[in-house]
């Protein structure tokens, strides 16, 4: 009877729209501000969308509709789902959300709160006639090394605090009231706030230059494997695959659904997000070129050094309300963030709850306060050397590792065959063996292994970002192993209701 009750009570989003914005919010994330701008620019332009697009019908939407289609076939988090398949498997699961949850949002969650405290500081352009200095110096007071710990910095550490707090928030009052509800107020002022500094900056003196630098195409580019494995690599991490967020979202789909369609939907939006905020990236910098008589190529920089150096500084150049461009931007920013890590907390938090039925309050509060005490590592002098490591050790170790070993048990031992069946039984646009079976089968894990074995080889050649190996081994590869070695340990705990037994239910 017990069982029965929770298995009828497994919450459901209560619009197809909450579903669609909540899964677009996980998707976009920081990375389709500020990485795919600089990506297509240092690939090619206009050029670097031809792979990029290849990627996302080859091995983006075949990935996406595996996901969706297994959430919603196991009706049940990502552990739950692969012990559905086979309890042998369940470790698999809980690598993904473990190493997500106790990794990536921990740092994730501290750049977040450096967005939220130069949102303020665009009050009054706090950061000065020399944003470089600022952010290095100043803000992060960064230390000598990723072993120098340093001091605590207070600035970040009180907006660490509020984005938990808003983490916790959101997702402790559940599926409809909280992620549905936030994400609904989120995705539209996202595009809302996007729109505005796309097109204010399309108006400024030197955006044409800036935006013929980031589309010009150069097919001669594409010649170059470099360029093919940025692509795919990009693809892979801004839909949010191999997080286990996607299959713990559909897990909450009713049971007719169209699986195929909106997985179309949800990766075309997302990739067509990251190209139209591209447009403002750009053209602030050709603005900001044109006004000091400088290259464009000057002055555009990758990732953080774009967000919190080259931005501030053409936002305090701009002729009129640059504080509130400042606001806008920033608030982009932290938008995109949230809606991104309360998705990870959610898959993890689903995780908990399939499994050891700990009623959901008790579970976000102590996982959110985790959250914040693990991220203070990142918030100390050495923070951005830690963030660094981790970051490369997960994304380019930890969650490709994790989506070729999906592949492999989805395409190989389970048999996208069922999948497939499941997922054509219940959507309109119908999917083809020749096109699904073997992208997931064959393509998707060949493309995912030549990504690893090249990062690997590069890593082997020269310690990644200049860090000495003790760093490396015990920062990065180490972390790996932890969360590799926890999610073993949970795996082995026996189940309140088996994984089939719930599907039988449900």
């Known amino acids: 009877m017990e069982q029965d009750a929770f298995i009828h009570h497994r919450p459901h989003w209560k619009t197809h729209i909450g579903f669609l914005l909540a899964a677009i919010g996980s998707a976009i994330g920081l990375g389709n501000i500020w990485r795919f701008p600089y990506l297509c620019y240092k690939n090619g332009g206009g050029a670097f969308l031809i792979p990029y697009f290849i990627a996302l019908f080859v091995v983006g939407m075949p990935l996406m509709i595996l996901e969706i289609g297994l959430g919603h076939k196991m009706r049940g988090s990502a552990p739950a789902s692969f012990a559905s398949i086979s309890k042998r498997w369940e470790w698999l699961g809980w690598w993904q959300v473990i190493f997500v949850m106790f990794g990536i949002v921990l740092y994730y969650s501290v750049v977040i709160s450096w967005c939220v405290n130069f949102f303020f500081l665009s009050f009054n352009s706090g950061w000065g006639q020399d944003p470089n200095s600022f952010f290095f110096q100043e803000f992060l007071m960064l230390s000598e090394s990723p072993f120098a710990i340093g001091d605590l910095r207070t600035p970040i550490i009180c907006s660490l605090l509020l984005v938990w707090f808003l983490n916790w928030l959101i ?58 494995m940025d692509a795919f690599g990009q693809i892979f991490f801004t839909l949010s695959l191999g997080f286990g967020i996607m299959i713990a979202y559909a897990s909450y789909l009713p049971k007719k659904s169209q699986i195929v369609k909106d997985s179309f939907k949800i990766s075309i939006a997302n990739c067509l997000f990251s190209l139209f905020a591209g447009l403002g990236v750009f053209s602030i910098l050709g603005y900001m070129a044109h006004t000091t008589s400088q290259d464009v190529r000057e002055i555009v920089s990758q990732s953080i050094g774009l967000a919190f150096v080259a931005y501030p500084k053409a936002i305090s150049m701009l002729p009129y309300f640059s504080h509130l461009f400042g606001l806008m931007f920033f608030g982009i920013l932290v938008i995109a963030g949230l809606s991104s890590a309360i998705s990870i907390l959610e898959a993890f938090t689903a995780a908990i709850i399939d499994k050891f039925h700990y009623p959901r309050k008790i579970v976000i509060s102590v996982l959110s ?13 050495a923070g951005l050397y830690w963030l660094d490591i981790v970051d490369h050790f997960l994304t380019q170790y930890g969650l490709v590792l994790g989506a070729i070993f999906e592949c492999i048990v989805l395409g190989w031992f389970y048999k996208t065959k069922i999948l497939r069946q499941h997922i054509n039984h219940y959507s309109v646009w119908r999917l083809r063996r020749w096109w699904w079976d073997i992208s997931i089968r064959i393509i998707t894990p060949l493309v995912l292994v030549v990504l690893f074995i090249s990062s690997l080889v590069k890593e082997l050649s020269q310690p990644y970002g200049g860090y000495s190996w003790v760093a490396i081994i015990l920062i990065g590869r180490d972390w790996l192993i932890y969360t590799l070695f926890f999610a073993v340990i949970v795996a082995v705990h026996p189940w309140k209701v088996e994984p089939r037994e719930r599907i039988l239910l449900s």
Not at 183 to 203: D, E, H
Not at 369 to 381: E, K, S
């Open 171 to 228: 997702v402790f009052s559940g599926v409809q009231k909280g992620l549905e509800r936030a994400n609904k107020i989120f995705m539209p002022l996202l595009l809302v706030l996007t729109a505005i500094i796309v097109f204010w900056s399309m108006g400024l003196s030197g955006a044409k230059q800036g935006l013929h630098i980031y589309l010009k195409p150069d097919f001669s580019r594409l010649k170059e494997i470099g360029v093919w």
């Open 369 to 381: 306060l985790l959250g914040f005490l693990g991220g203070i590592v990142f918030a100390t002098q």
